[in-house]
């Protein structure tokens, strides 16, 4: 079992950046594939990035393809996304979710792939 702990989240300027962090627990960080959803205010959870156990493998919505970059330190047992070019439609309660894979190669996209979830940390971009 792991616990998710989002943080990095704030207000910011459009075209600013942001660096989240999800710190995880536990022994066996680099045996979760790790994603990030996002959810607005009166919309549905989107997904925006995906990250394999091993960080050799990478998948992002085409939201927000080009300005965000997801990554991970395994030895940390920590993942990151970097934020770039924000724009107001980028505001939203960011999430961290991870799955455990024996695949050093799965990018799961969709909520009902993952088991742990974090509690969010908002992030607001000011027009």
């Known amino acids: 079992q792991v616990q998710l702990v989002e943080s990095g989240g704030g207000l910011v300027q459009a075209g600013g950046s942001l660096r989240l962090s999800c710190a995880a627990s536990g022994r066996t960080f680099s045996r979760y594939a790790m994603g990030w959803f996002r959810q607005a205010p009166g919309k549905e959870h989107e997904f925006a990035a995906t990250i394999s156990a091993s960080g050799g493998s990478t998948y992002y919505a085409d939201s927000v393809k080009g300005r965000f970059a997801i990554s991970r330190d395994n030895a940390k047992n920590t993942m990151y996304l970097q934020m770039n070019s924000l724009e107001p439609e980028d505001t939203a309660v960011y999430y961290c979710?991870?799955?455990?894979?024996?695949?050093?190669?799965?990018?799961?996209?969709?909520?009902?792939?993952?088991?742990?979830w974090g509690q969010g940390t908002q992030v607001t971009v000011s027009s």
């Open positions: 979710a991870a799955v455990y894979t024996y695949s050093d190669h799965f990018t799961p996209r969709e909520r009902f792939q993952y088991d742990y």
